[in-house]
Structure formats: C-alpha cells, structure tokens
C-alpha cells in the first residue's frame, strides 16, 4: 500500500488560518475508491471469476430451496426451521451484498465504486454480520431449550418468543451499523483511494483515511465486543449446557442423536467466529489486507454455500420434504406430459 501523503502543516503563527484548519481546508475529498480485489493476479482472474460465479450462483439456489421447502411444509414450521429460514434469507443478503464487486473486479480488473455506493455497502455489510451473529446466538439458544428443558420447549420457543428474537437481531444490528458507518463516513478520506479488498470494509476504509482514527477504532472495538463477544458468549454457554447434558443421557441413541444435531451447529459457529473475530474484534485495523481478503472469503462466500448443506440438507426432515417436493414435481411432469 502506498504511503499516505504528507500533508504541509504551518503554525498558527505563519499564516491568517491555524494549522489545522489550513490543513483542513486543503484536502481534496476522495470521491470514489477502487477495489483492487483479486485482480493482481490476471493469469487467474478468469478461472476465479467462473469458480466464485458458480458458488454465487449455488449459494443463491441452496437458500433458495430452503426458504421454499420451510414455507411450503407445515411439518417445518418450528422453531428451529424458523431461525434457519432466517439464516437463509440473511445469506443470500449477505453474499448478495459482497459478490457483485468482487465479480465485477475479476471481469474488467479493478473495480470503481463511488463514495456514497461504498459507505452503503459498508452499511448493508456490517448490518448483516451482525445480525448473523446475533441469529447464531438464538439458534444456540433454540438448541439448549430444545436439549435441556424439553418440556418447557412449547412454552419458552413459543412463536411469538422467536418472533422478538428475530427482530431484536435485526434492531440491534440496524443501530450498531449506523453508529459504525456514521463513524467511518465521516472521516476524511484523501487519497490514496485504492482498497485492497474486494468490498468496502472496515480495517481497508480506516488504513485509507487521512485522519485520526483512534475514536473510531474504540467504536468498532466496542461494537465487536457487543456484538461478537457478546452473542459467541451465548453460544459458547449454551453449547456447554448442551454437553454436559448429553454426557448424563442414559441412553447411547439418545446421546448420539442430540449431538448429531448440534455438531452441524457447532462447526459452522466456530468457523464463522474464528474468522469473523480474527478480522473486526481487535483493538487495531488489520494492516495484512491480502490475509484479510483470503479470511474475507471463508465467511462472506465458503460459509453462505455451506450453510444450508450443514444445517438443512443433512436433516433428515428437510430431506423428507425435499423428496416429497421433488416428488410432486415428477407427478406433475408425468400428468403434463
């Protein structure tokens, strides 16, 4: 990365303006920033601009398949299906939101993206990895009511509790990414202009800026802890609630099964945490962009296509819906022809 410009600086002394306020005056707004991406390496970029396509592309119609199936059978209309029609919804936003620059990079080499369009990319970004955060935390939650009070499940996973859940999700992330792209937008920003990311995010924004950016680091890092520690917290507590249950089950199907059910759980959490808090819960911007971009991709591209394989495709109730769904279908082909 290019060192940042030295900016001249006079004393109060030397001129009608102070200091910093000719320094001010002087800088030159950045009015749009270029997204490097992937794109240093052209020998590659067309094989990964078709490999990244294709798990777009696959990520969209997993969701896509899951939200359809949870809708159309009234068996997957619990609790658990409910969050995971979330969880769909919020990766095909998710992926949706990051994908299209990091195509549009491999296809023309860089890619330019207006000053307004990046801090809305940032806005929609930061509101998504939160609130994913956050649904993780209730599915965990879901899974310990599930597992150690199976008799107070109807009452304490009721409809209307999942429903605030949800909500609160989304809510707390909505005003956690307004305070932090408030933030971020509000620095100053005179070049260079280039990010070596493949999105508008936080750590490549912040080693642009030409300011000081101590007051928004401790936002960010205040947020990280909210958001990140705060809902890993939940998980990690129920998931130990959940262990300690199934090693007291008496029987060997009954332990076998409840930790079939949440292994799928457990593994997507501690990928999309380990990467996620590696990344943004630090106290300092992360300086190694290119790691940052290879870490970037675990959890907005490799994660949302897995998700659905982990946590629908492999349950066997979701599995009897989707013949039956495929089923129908083949009956309905049948009659037609």
């Not at 600086?9 to 200091?19: F, H, K, M, N």
């Not at 929609?124 to 899974?143: G, H, K, N, P, V």
Request: proline residues 5%; charged residues 10%; glycine residues 4%.
């Amino acid at each position: 990365m290019d060192p940042k410009p030295e900016i001249p600086r006079t004393s109060d002394s030397e001129g009608t303006l102070p200091g910093r306020h000719w320094e001010e005056a002087n800088m030159t707004r950045v009015q749009e920033f270029i997204l490097l991406g992937f794109s240093t390496r052209p020998d590659l970029r067309g094989v990964l601009f078709a490999v990244f396509l294709t798990l777009y592309l696959l990520t969209l119609l997993e969701n896509t398949i899951i939200i359809l199936l949870i809708w159309s059978h009234t068996e997957l209309h619990k609790p658990m299906y409910f969050f995971l029609g979330n969880l769909s919804c919020l990766e095909m936003c998710y992926v949706s939101v990051t994908m299209p620059t990091l195509l549009l990079g491999l296809w023309s080499g860089s890619c330019r993206v207006p000053f307004t369009s990046c801090m809305t990319q940032l806005f929609f970004f930061i509101t998504l990895i939160c609130a994913e955060c956050t649904l993780l935390a209730s599915m965990a939650y879901d899974r310990y009511v599930a597992i150690c009070h199976p008799l107070h499940y109807p009452v304490l996973m009721r409809p209307q509790v999942c429903l605030m859940l949800a909500v609160a999700s989304w809510m707390g992330s909505l005003s956690v990414s307004v305070i932090k792209t408030a933030c971020i937008a509000g620095l100053s920003y005179c070049g260079p202009n280039v990010l070596n990311h493949f999105f508008c995010d936080v750590s490549p924004l912040l080693n642009v800026s030409c300011t000081n950016v101590a007051l928004t680091e401790l936002v960010d890092f205040i947020s990280a802890i909210i958001i990140f520690y705060g809902s890993l917290m939940v998980a990690l507590v129920s998931y130990v609630a959940i262990g300690a249950a199934v090693v007291h089950m008496p029987s060997a199907t009954a332990r076998f099964k409840a930790f079939s059910t949440c292994a799928s759980h457990l593994i997507v959490v501690g990928i999309f945490y380990s990467t996620a808090i590696f990344i943004y819960a630090r106290p300092k911007r992360m300086e190694d962009m290119d790691l940052s971009k290879l870490l970037s991709v675990i959890y907005t591209v490799l994660t949302p296509m897995c998700n659905p394989i982990i946590y629908c495709l492999r349950n066997k109730e979701v599995q009897g819906a989707l013949h039956r769904t495929l089923h129908k279908v083949r009956i309905s082909q049948s009659s037609a022809n």
